[in-house]
């Protein structure tokens, strides 16, 4: 069976760090790109960080370029992000996803909130 779960959400202050996990079974994740979405309340599911099956490719988007840094760990199945310097812009669910040609697959999501 597939799966794909986030963990490390949470409430956190303006200015402070949350590290995102996003453990992968069922599958050989090192195959596949993976990436974070993130969706806030009212507004479209908007791509954040997508790294390479090998690791050696990362793209951002332009709002997180410099906070956030995504990776993985192929040996444990699991990819992070990593996020400093949070907004209370940045508040949303967060959602792990794996792409490999037509195959692809979505995480349950975790929650993030910002705020003082």
């Known amino acids: 069976q597939v799966q794909l779960v986030e963990s490390g959400g949470g409430l956190v202050q303006p200015g402070g760090s949350l590290r995102l996990s996003c453990a992968a079974s069922?599958?050989?994740?090192?195959?596949?790109?993976m990436s974070w979405y993130r969706q806030a309340p009212g507004k479209e599911r908007e791509r954040v960080a997508t790294i390479a099956g090998t690791g050696g490719t990362t793209i951002y988007a332009d709002p997180v370029k410099g906070r956030f840094t995504i990776s993985r760990d192929n040996a444990k199945n699991t990819v992070y992000l990593h996020m400093n310097s949070l907004k209370p812009e940045d508040t949303a669910v967060y959602y792990c996803?794996?792409?490999?040609?037509?195959?692809?697959?979505w995480g349950q999501g975790t929650q993030v909130t910002v705020s003082s």
């Open positions: 069922g599958f050989t994740p090192s195959f596949y790109a």
């Open positions: 996803y794996a792409v490999r040609g037509a195959d692809y697959y």
